[in-house]
């Protein structure tokens, strides 16, 4: 179960809060805060556990095109929305005219946490994501909509989309785990989540310390308090217990995959099969893209030199 957060903590979240809010970080060329934007949480729940879903647009305008943002194996859906500057992914989106959806999986971020940290597995949250977009056809009565994982993401949407490919117009696979990152025995239910750990994927200079030409000071902070402030103590561990696994095992079949799909990575993210990326259009179905960016790592659409190039990528993939 997830501990309280200090109040030194808490006091500190408050402050540099970024996620699916309403705060703004007023920064220098900040156009995304100049714009009113709703935000509405919607009702759901599955297998007796309620799911934060929430739809961010621009205020007034009724979108015609959805997106589903789901997030990866430690940290919830607040990271795709770092609101400074124009580094949000979310609000990019919604200035594109999507209503744009983020999804706590069970026991992540805003939704009800679980007992047990192992039920959360890559296929339960498939069918957490389908029960998400059910609920986005409903309310918006549009039968197909995007969507885009990141990291156990990809697991996660590849595994819903093969199953309900009836809802899903376009397929966004961002930084994609298609095979196992390597052997680790994950005993804990649990994953036990610590500032240091939220930094973890930012890029390093050679003295092991961050990069701040590749990651803005404020968003690294913006970052780390949102995880502390959103995650808290813990998070789930069946997600990683299925893809810290030998990397012979795949996790992602694109064989099963029906819609046009962009595959999207930087070119130094230690997570990824290289070989099995390079590839992937061999077995996705024609309109597929596949786009590499040099330099950039797992964190790239927030990396100060590659995040608005991968913002460009992703909508000359969603506009076409």
Known sequence: MKKKITLLFTIICV????????????????????????????PLERNGIKLHLNQLAVKDRNPQKNILLIHGVTYSSHEFDINYKDYSLVRKLAQEGYGVWCLDIAGFGQSEDVVDGFMPNSDYAAEDINAAVKRITEITGQEKIDVLGWSWGTVTVSRFAAAHPEHVNKLVLYAPILCGIGEYDVTEPFHYNTW??????????????????????????????????????????????????????????????????????????PYLNYSLADACLDKLPEKSVLERIEGGSHMVFVETPYYQDFQERLMNFLRK
């Open 196 to 269: 240091e750990h939220a930094a973890d994927d930012f890029q390093r200079t050679e003295n092991g310390d961050i990069d701040y030409d590749i990651i803005d000071p404020v968003v690294a902070e913006m970052w780390c308090s949102s995880c502390w402030h959103y995650d808290e103590d813990t998070s789930p561990n069946g997600g990683r217990r299925d893809i810290c696994v030998n990397n012979s095992q795949m996790l992602i079949d694109l064989t099963k995959i029906t819609m046009p799909t962009l595959v999207i990575y930087g070119t130094l993210d």
């Open 15 to 42: 402050l540099f809060i970024s996620g699916c809010s309403n705060y703004d970080i007023v920064g220098e060329e900040n156009t995304q805060s100049y714009i009113e934007y709703s935000y509405t949480e919607y």
